[in-house]
């Protein structure tokens, strides 16, 4: 099992900042003929634009998931905002938003070759993941990256009910990863992977992780990975 670079919450929480000061919340509205992917702060908790844009090239895997266990790739969008034709019971979508340096002028969205005073740098894998429907072919991951996989069918839980998680990287259960509803840090997964959240409200659940690797690039000290997930309860917006 590959092991998270932070097994410690105090730890982990430097990156969360980290990661929550660099990007935006992402989701997945739907469309009559497919979805949409956005990013921004319309479900936030903190304050921030309801809507950001973002290059096309953001964009760089996206899975139809279907009920009988299919995962059928989709073509990537070329222009804003990525559109992905459906139907799916279920879409995973994978970004970057590249690589990212710190230097003691402030923080750049960009490899630190040519920079001065660089303090640290890093590279984003973010996922994000909608279900609409539920099966039991949804318990397992869609692809590598870090990805938030229910273990029981979130759309038929109520306020108050326990949705249990999985937190996987390259397909293999991750210990010690920080995950947070609402954007507000609930717990740490287990040696096992799992975690169990419970549930606050009806509407759209966003839930998040993220955690880090030490990168492969000379130059770079870590790859930034995070997931999102999100689904609606009785059927709201």
């Not at 249990?164 to 210990?175: D, F, I, S």
């Amino acid at each position: 099992m590959r092991k998270p670079a932070l097994l410690l919450c105090g730890c982990f929480l430097g990156a969360w900042t980290l990661n929550q000061a660099a990007a935006h919340d992402l989701w997945l509205e739907s469309e009559a003929d497919g979805y949409v992917l956005y990013q921004g702060h319309r479900h936030s908790s903190h304050d921030g634009e309801e809507i950001v844009p973002y290059d096309p090239s953001f964009t760089r895997r996206a899975v139809c998931l279907h009920a009988d266990g299919r995962a059928a790739p989709l073509p990537l969008a070329e222009v804003y905002p990525a559109r992905f034709a459906g139907p799916c019971d279920g879409l995973l979508v994978e970004v970057s938003s590249g690589t990212w340096t710190t230097t003691t002028q402030g923080t750049r969205n960009q490899p630190p070759d040519g920079l001065t005073g660089v303090v640290r740098s890093w590279q984003t894998l973010e996922t994000v993941k909608r279900i609409d429907a539920w099966s039991e072919s949804m318990q397992q991951p869609a692809g590598d990256a870090l990805e938030l996989v229910p273990r029981n069918d979130p759309l038929a839980l109520r306020p108050r009910d326990k949705l249990r998680l999985l937190v996987t990287l390259e397909g293999e259960p991750q210990a010690g990863v920080t995950v947070a509803y609402d954007g507000e840090p609930r717990g740490v997964t287990g040696a096992d992977g799992l975690i169990n959240l419970r549930i606050r409200r009806e509407g759209r659940q966003l839930i998040t992780a993220s955690t880090r690797t030490p990168a492969d690039e000379p130059g770079i000290d870590h790859v930034l990975h995070a997931a999102t997930l999100h689904f609606d309860l009785q059927g709201t917006q």
